[in-house]
């Protein structure tokens, strides 16, 4: 049976609508539909996207640095000024991440239009969790985490992609400004991607 769950971007930031963007569609294809081989291939994207910078530079693993990554950085390095994201992923124990990379703004459309300034979005901005691993890391081991509900925040397929529909993080990945350039492919798109993969069973390459 095809169901579709239409969630709106913008719900949890009522003021934010216009940097949430658009509204995510989350129909997963009919159980049975999706072959392992187009399982895999989603996949394929689905790596792309997560080991591109404007991802992985946030999701690096048992470090607690943050990575300045990707064409627009001309290097790759650890995040400047010794920023230490601690226990708390936030920064609390150091210097917040929400110092530089505020939520506050009067004017979402334009706030990561300055090359090199902080990111920002309506959100606490933080580091990934120590087990969502993907900066550096090979397809087999990023697909291997994604799919295992103990690392992934005992999340399945569905609350995979309704994860992706609510950060607000992630809207700011498809349009991050200010010169840096965007995660693959489109928001949509990767939700599919990752509804098919799931559909076909979440095949690794390794498998
Ligand atoms: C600013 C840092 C940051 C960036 C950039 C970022 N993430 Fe995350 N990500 C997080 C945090 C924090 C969590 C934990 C949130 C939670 O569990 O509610 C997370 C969790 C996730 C999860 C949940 C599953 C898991 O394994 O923990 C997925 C899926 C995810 N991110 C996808 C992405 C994708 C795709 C991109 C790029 C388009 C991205 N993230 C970019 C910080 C980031
Ligand atoms: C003192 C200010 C400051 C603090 C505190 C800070 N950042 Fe940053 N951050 C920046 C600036 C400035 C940039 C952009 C640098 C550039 O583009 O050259 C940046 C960029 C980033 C990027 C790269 C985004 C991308 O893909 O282009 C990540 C990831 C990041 N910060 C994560 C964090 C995390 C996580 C914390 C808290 C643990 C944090 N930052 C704390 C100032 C800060």
Redesign the pocket.
Known sequence: MRFGIFLLAGLIAADDASAAGETIVIDPPAEGSVSVAQGLEAWGRIFE??SHP??S???TGPSDRPMWSGPSYGRTRVHGMNIQAGES?MGIEHLQCSTCHTTKDTDWDNANAKPHSAPRVAMD?????P??HWFGQSSEQICA??RDPS???D?DMLE?AE??DH?L??HW??TPGGGREP?PYDLQS?VNDLLEWGTAGMPCPQD
């Open positions: 996207v997560t404007r991802c530079n946030c999701h992923r901005w933080a580091l990934a969790p087990e969502a985490q994604l690392l992934n925040g999340r995979l994860h992706l950060d993080i992630l990945a498809w995660a990767h």
